[in-house]
């Protein structure tokens, strides 16, 4: 029954001329008109503004911490976009940040917007990006200084070895000594200060701050104080070879 119809087929010379003239002309239209359009591009887009935190809870029936996870993945996520990756410096960090206050006002316990500010958005190769996000942190841990004290602890970090700006570095390892002061605050975050004034050759103001907080009596943690202890030793071993050199 098939090889009936194939045999039966029209030849085209069959096809009335009209036709043929309208299907070429139809042809020649559709052609025309795909050679006209502008090629398909992936294009960025911007970051836009958050919510207000009030809008989020509402939108997951009460539910703030969901809602903060989500947001999380979403905005970790966001370089990513159909047919093209975002450089994460090319964000708008100002943005950013607004993201990163309203899932902390969700999510106030956690520390994710903080982990990816220190390490994502603040690893970036733009030295102003970096400072910019550095500067957040800095800001957030004035903020709740015995909870966002590891990320200023990251931040001197990266102060001192990526942007080579020790001035910075000790404005970040003073607040730390100065107002990380809860029980759960570790003694090398505490003692920051120390390392960077060695790193800047300041020996002698670094040996006097360990001298005074030995004698302050308010160390009271062994390990810390034979840190400081071996410390004190090793800076003092630092100031005689100066001086010996000094002298020669």
Known sequence: MIGYFIGKERP??????????????????????????????????????????????????????????????????????PGIS???????????????????????RGHYPMLVAARVYGSVSVEEKQREMMDYIFYKFNEDPNKHWRWLAHAVITAKHELKDMQLALKYANALAEKATGENVPYWARDMKIIVLEDMGEIEAAK???????ASGEIT????????????????????????????
């Open 86 to 108: 975002i450089p994460l410096h090319a964000l708008d960090y100002d943005v950013v940040t607004d993201w990163l206050d309203t899932i902390l006002e969700l999510d106030p």
């Open 12 to 81: 085209v010379r069959d096809v009335p001329l009209p036709v043929i003239v309208m299907l070429l002309v139809a042809l020649a239209i559709q052609l025309y008109w795909h050679s006209q359009q502008q090629p398909i591009v992936a294009k960025a887009e911007d970051l836009p503004r958050p919510m207000s935190a009030r809008a989020y809870v509402m939108s997951s029936f009460g539910e703030p911490v969901a809602a903060a996870k989500v947001l999380n993945l979403w905005l970790q996520a966001f370089d990513n976009q």
């Open 208 to 214: 006097i701050l360990v001298g005074g907080l030995i």
């Open 221 to 248: 943690d062994p390990y810390e104080l034979n840190f400081l202890q071996n410390k004190i030793r090793t800076l003092e071993e630092k100031v005689t070879k100066i001086r010996q050199d000094v002298d020669k």
